[in-house]
């Protein structure tokens, strides 16, 4: 066996599934690692047709773990020799902030938790391996891996704090230069969290926002009644099929009450006492084909109009759907 001796278990755990037999390295197999733009990315496909053989061995979740902890100190090695390894309950995590790094362990094993709960996920559902974390100490370095994954890698950036990258193995890179990295990263584990459901981007954004209350001294912005004036005024005068569409969400005047409506929906069906009674089957079967309105009358009994209308009066909020052409 070749593996990295990479990491240290805590007194108390019960003993991992041994990998005594299985014999696999990333840099062992033939095609599984580029390097582009200076960072080595590797083959995903080719790694899993490696160790399809393993497919069933006791230890295939400690494998991919192996497998990530391989990748994530290639990448390391590249950005230099302070960048290390730091392992956690849930997740596995490149930097060269330890103190930092530490904090975003703890937080981001409870959000982890948390998620599974909000959105119904058992432990039998997660993908293979912990999820992977690179927080890059310099926007240069951030945006350089960005580069490789965005469709126009000659054109310019705007400011990122965060991204979750669902290519491959699954990970979320940081902009550790930001003072958010911690909300930031509550947030994208969201996104990886339900990256494998189709869900209509108000509830998508809705879930990424409301476990950032985890974050120690973080609360949501307070919604005063000017906020509520302004809503109504917007999505009264331009619609709010964009919105449901996810289309607002993208556009600049908009974005900001997107966000924040999507906030506010989410935690009224977290708080009312009988919708969350059924809000994993909610989550589970809303589709962005019709921003989850059948869900909603199926699962709440009420049309999506019902749940901005708790929040803004009676108006028309319903959800439309496109005409076709």
């Not at 197999?29 to 069933?56: C, L, M, S």
């Amino acid at each position: 066996m070749r593996f990295l001796n990479l990491f240290k278990r805590r007194q108390g755990e019960s003993p991992a599934p041994s990998l005594d037999g299985v014999n696999v390295h990333l840099s062992e197999i033939e095609g599984a690692i580029e390097i582009v733009d200076h960072f080595p990315r590797v083959n995903w496909a080719i790694v899993r047709k490696a160790v399809t053989q393993y497919q069933q061995h006791p230890a295939i979740n400690r494998l991919w773990t192996e497998l990530g902890a391989q990748w994530l100190v290639l990448i390391g090695k590249d950005l230099g020799e302070h960048y290390k390894l730091y392992e956690s309950d849930h997740l596995l995590l490149m930097s060269g902030q330890p103190n930092v790094t530490r904090t975003l362990a703890t937080i981001g094993d409870a959000a982890y938790i948390r998620l599974e709960r909000i959105i119904g996920r058992l432990a039998a559902d997660r993908e293979l391996g912990k999820h992977a974390v690179v927080v890059f100490d310099t926007m240069e370095a951030y945006f350089d891996y960005v580069s490789y994954f965005h469709p126009d890698r000659e054109g310019a950036y705007g400011m990122s704090a965060g991204m979750h990258i669902g290519r491959g193995y699954g990970h979320t890179i940081l902009n550790g230069k930001l003072q958010t990295i911690d909300r930031t990263l509550v947030h994208e584990l969201a996104h990886h969290m339900v990256s494998h459901r189709s869900l209509p981007l108000w509830l998508n954004e809705g879930i990424a926002q409301f476990v950032e209350d985890l974050v120690p001294g973080y609360r949501s912005p307070l919604v005063d009644h000017r906020q509520v004036r302004l809503h109504r005024r917007y999505w009264t005068w331009f619609g709010i099929n964009h919105f449901w569409a996810g289309h607002s969400f993208k556009s600049v005047p908009s974005q900001r009450l997107s966000y924040q409506l999507s906030d506010i929906l989410f935690r009224n069906l977290v708080s009312h006492p009988l919708r969350r009674k059924r809000l994993h089957e909610f989550i589970a079967t809303a589709h962005p084909g019709d921003a989850g309105a059948t869900a909603c009358m199926e699962c709440f009994g009420c049309p999506l109009a019902a749940l901005v209308e708790e929040f803004l009066g009676r108006g028309e909020w319903g959800y439309a759907p496109a005409e076709r052409s």
